[in-house]
Nanobody, 124 residues
Framework: QVQLVESGGGLVQAGDSLRLSCVASGRTFSSNAMAWFRQPPGKEREFVAAISWNGQSTYYADSVKGRFTISRDNAENTLYLRMNSLKPEDTAVYSC?????????????????WGQGTQVTVSS
């Protein structure tokens, strides 16, 4: 059974940093792109960042560019999101996702494996 389990969320103040982790089990995703999405309270889920299967290409939403860094450790089957200079508008449930297609960046609907999410709350 494939599982993605996020950790590292919490309650922080504006300007603080957090690092989220997503550990995959049940299969390896070393050939698949992975991504972070978030769902703010009362809003739709939105894209945050994505990384190619080999880590050489990364993509960010404009709202987090320059503050967040996505990375991965394929040997550990783990995805990370380093979040710096956090703002109250970053408050959301953050979920990791893995693509079902290999060796290319997927369309959004090709992210077929999802974690349950971890809450990040940023107070002002």
């Amino acid at each position: 059974q494939v599982q993605l389990v996020e950790s590292g969320g919490g309650l922080v103040q504006a300007g603080d940093s957090l690092r989220l982790s997503c550990v995959a089990s049940g299969r390896t995703f070393s050939s698949n792109a992975m991504a972070w999405f978030r769902q703010p309270p009362g809003k739709e889920r939105e894209f945050v960042a994505a990384i190619s299967w080999n880590g050489q290409s990364t993509y960010y939403a404009d709202s987090v560019k320059g503050r967040f860094t996505i990375s991965r450790d394929n040997a550990e089957n783990t995805l990370y999101l380093r979040m710096n200079s956090l703002k109250p508008e970053d408050t959301a449930v953050y979920s990791c996702a893995a693509s079902g297609v290999a060796f290319r960046m997927p369309r959004r609907d090709e992210y077929i494996y999802w974690g349950q999410g971890t809450q990040v709350t940023v107070s002002s």
